[in-house]
């Protein structure tokens, strides 16, 4: 698929738009920025561009071979929360605390995309590195019928014994499989983005150089998403899982 098509989809007028998303311009060019107030951890504030709002996720629009190609810049680097782009199937949608839109059933993750968490975040089922800062990244499982997340369910009232923690992050690692690359870079300075996702992988590319490039593919179809908010959430390898807001006491843009 033409990456242009790709981004079109994403602009305001042409998308689902949730939060304080509007066109700018800077250097007499015209650009599209996503901004959330400051504020203290006790709110949720999110600005979210998305092609699958109320959409099920059998028709989310995207199968491999598709490419994402975008320049992008934060407001400054190390910021509280996350943001990114890229490729997802929504699957924490259920209003259980974690971004998404629309009432689906939770279900495992698939993603394709860049994406920044700050310090708190720690989201890796196979990893004992810690999966923050920014990050090329993917996540892929070969089954996803959300009934498959049943044995969990019961689980997650022992996820603050560690021990339980541990063994229920080894069980998810068995059906979800991920990786990522972290990036030292300068975020708050533009750079151009491109990911390309194939049935046989996903290539990673910044500035015209491949960063990171992995056999793993997600199970399509997914949608596309452009978001930055101020959530975190954490299941460590030693079996620590947090999640909830953090304060951040300026604006924040992407």
């Given amino acids: 698929m033409d990456v242009n098509q790709v981004t079109k989809t994403l602009e305001p007028e042409t998308c689902h738009v949730f939060g ?96 920044y968490g700050s310090s708190a975040n720690d989201l890796s089922f196979n990893s004992n590195n810690a999966a923050n800062g920014l990050m090329a990244s993917v996540f892929a499982s070969p089954i996803s019928p959300s009934m498959l997340l049943t044995p969990v369910l019961p689980g997650i009232l022992l996820l603050p014994i560690r021990p339980a923690a541990r063994l229920i992050r080894r069980f998810i690692a068995r059906y979800v499989r991920d990786e990522f690359q ?49 959530q975190f959430a954490a299941f460590s390898s030693k079996g620590c899982v947090s999640w909830g807001m953090e304060s951040n006491n300026d604006p924040t843009w992407l």
């Fill in 20 to 115: 304080q998303v509007k066109t700018d311009h800077e250097n007499g060019k015209p650009i599209t920025r996503l901004s959330i107030p400051a504020g203290e951890r006790s709110l949720y504030r999110i600005a979210q561009l998305d092609d699958y709002f109320n959409h099920p996720r059998r028709d989310f629009q995207y199968s491999p071979p598709v490419s994402l190609s975008l320049d992008a810049r934060v407001s400054a680097n190390g910021l509280p929360g996350t943001w990114g782009f890229g490729f997802w199937n929504d699957p924490f949608s259920a209003g259980i605390g974690i971004k998404g839109s629309g009432w689906r059933l939770p279900t495992f993750p698939q993603a394709a995309w860049f994406f």
């Fill in 182 to 230: 972290k990036l030292d870079h300068d975020a708050s300075i533009w750079h151009t983005y491109h990911l390309s996702w194939l049935p046989d992988g996903v290539r990673y590319i910044v500035d015209g150089s491949q960063i990171f490039s992995t056999l793993l593919s997600p199970r399509p179809p997914l949608g596309l998403v452009i978001w930055i908010d101020n």
